[in-house]
């Protein structure tokens, strides 16, 4: 029954602290009674273990997206099950014929060995990453401005595998010492650095940012109707007086918040157009342009003259649900009086090249339309608050059926409402950061760190003979 106890235990943690939960004490907890006892059991057995416990942590996606196709679910919830399970049981392999530092290191290298080469070659970048169950413990966050969300990744599974290490040998003192000391003095030395750097001085401008959010218009996402349409841009258009009356200078509409076809595009352009021009704001609009080739999810940014200078289509389209829709390329950029400003839709900021992309052209501010499933708010803004603090930008993201954030470049939530059928809104005062970090200028040094590291160790825990008996 130890076995199964264990397994449940972890499973129940990994449930209650990542995916789209984020009680985040459980993360740093949740591996260790599966490493207590996975070096003690044979493969086929960890292996099952491994497996199940994935599976049962998964069942939170699961509640999360009903709407998803089952496929993608299902090949979502096989492919963490699958991965999380090479990761352990290559652990244990290290655990069993490697000493206790070796034991400590294994376990974080692979895990973010497995994150990093999954979020380049997967349709969803690093949702799921360990990492983000974090997001709002800043100190500890501060750690992704030098390393991405994978140091905090590798920072949150070593103090598990020192934990699991040190009890593995609690009879041997001195290899007791050295598993807690392998895991614990890094945080100490992350706590130390994020407290320092959240107490920097503060950039001296900023710029006042509406954003606006209707979910009781969603049901017109994909309507062709002009005579629905264009009454909806204009109700969001007065929503818009108001939050400019409030000071705003920068407005954000929802992503794809109505359907427009090419029979009526040109009148829903000029409405927004006006709009921009008579309140002297930048307006961002998140448009579902149908009935082409191919369907369009736009951002449309319109100066405080009116003019469209920006129509950017979303890089990253969500699997299962927009097949057929154009792919963007490249980052779409405006240059204004707080700074280089960029664009991105929603599940765009899942991605850290896209970051990185921005940071590298200094970009201090994202704005981000954006559109939620609810139950996920919490964890897509926070992967959105993350990209700000890797590459040193603020971020203004307005979800439907989510939640509208402002965040600075630390990653601090200046302003956060969520979403609702009554038009949510808010307007404050956001500090644009100074576009660039040691993240963003290095790359995934850290990331291939531990790529390195961890088929280090397991390869040589591989041709280690073990002596008999």
């Not at 290191?105 to 999954?118: C, D, H, R, T």
């Not at 000391?181 to 006042?208: K, Y």
């Not at 009356?245 to 090419?262: D, I, M, Q």
């Not at 390329?329 to 960029?342: F, H, N, W």
Request: include cysteine; charge should be positive; aromatic fraction near 8%.
């Amino acid at each position: 029954m130890i076995p199964l106890l264990a397994m449940l235990a972890s499973a129940a943690m990994w449930f209650a602290s990542t995916g789209v939960n984020h009680v985040w004490p459980l993360a740093w907890l949740a591996p260790v009674p599966l490493l207590v006892i996975l070096p003690e059991l044979r493969p086929l057995r960890a292996a099952a273990l491994a497996f199940i416990a994935s599976i049962l942590a998964g069942v939170n996606l699961v509640i999360a997206y009903p709407r998803l196709p089952r496929a993608v679910l299902v090949s979502v919830l096989f492919g963490i099950a699958i991965q999380t399970t090479l990761v352990l049981l290559g652990w244990r392999l290290v655990a069993r014929r490697r000493g206790p530092l070796a034991a400590v290191l294994a376990y974080p290298a692979l895990l973010v060995a497995m994150e990093y080469l999954v979020s380049r070659t997967g349709p969803h970048g690093t949702f799921g990453s360990l990492g983000y169950s974090q997001a709002d413990v800043l100190p500890v966050m501060q750690l992704a401005s030098v390393t991405g969300v994978f140091g905090v990744s590798f920072l949150v599974a070593a103090v598990g595998a020192a934990l699991a290490v040190a009890w593995r040998y609690r009879r041997e003192a001195s290899a007791r010492n050295l598993a807690l000391a392998t895991g614990l003095l890094p945080l100490a030395a992350s706590l130390v650095f994020g407290v320092i750097r959240l107490r920097q001085a503060a950039a001296p401008s900023e710029i006042r940012i509406g954003l606006l959010a209707d979910d009781s218009s969603l049901r017109f996402f994909g309507t062709t109707d002009s005579a629905v349409a264009l009454p909806l841009i204009r109700s969001y258009a007065r929503r818009a007086d108001e939050v400019a009356a409030r000071g705003a200078v920068v407005v954000v509409l929802p992503e794809k918040f109505v359907g427009v076809t090419a029979a009526y595009d040109s009148a829903a352009r000029q409405i927004l157009s006006e709009t921009a021009r008579q309140h002297h704001v930048t307006l961002v609009a998140g448009l579902n342009l149908l009935g082409g080739p191919q369907s369009r999810n736009l951002a449309l940014v319109y100066a405080p003259d009116g003019r469209q200078v920006i129509e950017y289509d979303k890089r990253h389209p969500v699997p299962g649900l927009e097949e057929g829709y154009r792919v963007g390329d490249g980052p779409a950029l405006l240059p204004g009086t707080a700074g280089t400003v960029g664009i991105a839709i929603c599940k765009d900021m899942d991605f850290v090249p896209l970051g990185r992309e921005y940071a590298a052209a200094g970009a201090g501010l994202l704005l981000v339309p954006a559109w939620d499933f609810t139950s996920d708010r919490w964890i897509h803004s926070r992967m959105a608050v993350v990209r700000g603090i890797e590459g040193g930008f603020a971020v203004a993201r307005s979800a439907s059926q989510g939640l509208l954030t402002l965040s600075d470049a630390y990653g601090r939530i200046v302003a956060e409402v969520p979403s609702s059928d009554s038009a949510a809104f808010l307007s404050a005062a956001l500090q644009p950061g100074w576009g660039g970090t040691a993240f963003s200028r290095g790359g995934d040094w850290f990331a291939w760190l531990c790529v390195v590291g961890g088929v280090g160790l397991f390869t040589g825990a591989l041709a280690r003979r073990v002596p008999r008996g």
